[in-house]
């Protein structure tokens, strides 16, 4: 039998979590969904293969960071290894504050989802995929990780400090065969929780605001895996000046 290489979503939901399925699912790939709401794993799932993907459903609480080497073991226990891991959490409350008004109780709140999980996680990866020498692993941020924006600190500040260690990361496995990088968005996924949650009740968005469809987000990832030619990517693109 030929093994199936997998991807793994931390984070799985209805907008980047479904459409990274998909990508990925298409070539060939066994998919496994990571998140705490088990029915909306499953349910997920049940779509998903509807339409003819290989996919695992995996409950788990991503703040629990003792809980996160089991996590990764059971995945590949049943899966095998882990060829793509993608985190992309987005938790309900957002987490987005004013800079005058974030504290050391909001960082307490935020840090473990934003920055310790992240950064475990990658650790557990790192040192199981060096020994096999192959790869990825792939952090989903907002885009004011990498451009301050005045009155948007909170969970940008700590999607900040992972950035630092992805890009760390990257230059010491460059010769390893294992590949870290990131992928920021300074938008709203469209067919997201997030997107679901601003247009809830009537509401309509900004239009200022800019939108992105989650396909042309999987796509960047799926660039950054299989190319390895940048540590990240920043989606819409904007003017580095």
Do not use: C
């Amino acid at each position: 039998m030929v093994d199936r290489k997998t991807i793994a979503i931390f984070g799985a939901g209805i907008g980047l979590g479904a459409s990274l399925a998909h990508h990925y699912g298409k070539q060939g790939y066994q998919v496994a969904l990571v998140a705490r709401h088990e029915g909306a794993l499953h349910e997920l799932a049940g779509k998903l293969k509807v339409e003819g993907l290989e996919v695992a459903v995996f409950p788990g609480d991503l703040t629990n960071l003792e809980g996160l080497p089991g996590l990764v073991d059971a995945i590949e226990t049943q899966l095998g290894a882990i060829d793509v891991a993608v985190y992309s959490p987005v938790p309900s409350e957002g987490g987005f504050v004013p800079a005058t008004q974030f504290d050391a109780a909001a960082v307490q709140d935020l840090v473990p989802i934003y920055t310790l999980a992240p950064i475990e996680l990658a650790h557990r990866l790192t040192k199981i995929m060096k020994k096999r020498g192959a790869g990825s692993i792939v952090v989903v941020g907002g885009l004011a990780a990498v451009r301050p924006i005045p009155g948007v600190s909170g969970a940008p500040a700590l999607m900040a400090a992972t950035r630092n260690y992805i890009h760390a990361l990257h230059g010491e496995l460059a010769q390893s065969g294992v590949f870290a990088g990131a992928v920021y968005i300074g938008a709203m996924i469209e067919g997201s929780t997030g997107m679901k949650v601003a247009t809830s009740g009537g509401r309509t968005i900004d239009p200022r605001l800019p939108t992105i469809s989650p396909d042309a987000i999987a796509e960047a990832i799926w660039r950054l895996t299989t190319e390895r030619t940048q540590v990240e990517a920043i989606l819409p693109a904007i003017s580095q000046s």
